[in-house]
């Protein structure tokens, strides 16, 4: 298989997931092209058209269509200027996650609030402007948000997260979500936000875990094959199964 198609199903993979995890069929995930074309963007919900096919289109940085089903999304500035901003990131998510809105509206950064959420550090900055992200001015200045973040938060509107992998940016978009529910209701029973020595603490915790941790392996009949992460592999298994899986007190 081609690292094409490769991305391409994994573009799939992380829709699929994100749609069934965040309950939003409007997001999308984009990814660098390996060859440099542009940028590869999967929608979450099929064509409008009711055609049997996936939305998956591919565009240049003008937002010119290359190929694929569909349309560029409206709010294709997202990836092009993240994107142009950092080349450390191969792939971006958009999507409308509920719990995170809620706590942008109270001007609450998304923080380490638990172990799967010392990614985040002392928080996920907040882009204050409620809107979408139509051109590449506003694009421009979302990019600037995010800065070295894998997150930013939309006011009123919904998250981005990034990532060196369609994998790391799908779980960071999954992850933020989880964390925003548990925040939310921390905050409820008097949570005040996480301390210096909290975070301090975290982190230590996730430098020794990771540092005797066994490393990832990949496909190793395809050498090509990119890593996966233990999240990625299982959601992904679920998905090709047929099964769902539980989302806990969600």
């Not at 998956?56 to 901003?85: C, M, W």
């Not at 942008?104 to 409620?130: E, N, Y």
């Amino acid at each position: 298989m081609s690292s094409k198609k490769i991305l391409e199903t994994d573009l799939k993979i992380a829709s699929e997931i994100l749609e069934y995890e965040i309950g939003d069929i409007y997001g999308h995930v984009g990814v660098r092209d390996p060859a440099g074309d542009g940028i590869l963007v999967k929608i979450f919900r099929p064509p409008d058209t009711g055609e049997n096919k996936d939305w998956l289109v591919q565009f240049d940085y003008s937002l010119k269509k290359l190929s694929g089903v569909g349309n560029p999304p409206r709010e294709a500035a997202i990836y092009t200027e993240i994107f142009k901003h950092r080349p450390d990131v191969k792939a971006a998510v958009h999507t409308h996650a509920p719990m995170c809105i809620a706590l942008s509206l109270a001007d609450k950064p998304i923080t380490t609030v638990h172990m799967q959420s010392s990614r985040w550090g002392a928080g996920v900055p907040i882009f204050p402007k409620p809107i979408f992200i139509l051109d590449f001015q506003e694009g421009d200045e979302l990019a600037e948000a995010l800065d070295q973040h894998a997150a930013v938060v939309i006011k009123g509107h919904g998250i981005v997260t990034v990532g060196k992998t369609i994998d790391e940016a799908c779980m960071n978009a999954l992850y933020l979500e989880r964390t925003a529910k548990i925040q939310s209701l921390a905050h409820l029973l008097g949570f005040q936000g996480p301390t210096e020595e909290f975070l301090e603490t975290m982190e230590r915790t996730k430098n020794k875990l990771f540092s005797t941790a066994p490393s990832r392996q990949g496909d190793k009949a395809n050498p090509s094959h990119p890593l996966y992460s233990s999240e990625w592999r299982y959601y992904a298994d679920k998905i090709k199964k047929g099964e769902r899986w539980s989302r806990g007190w969600t």
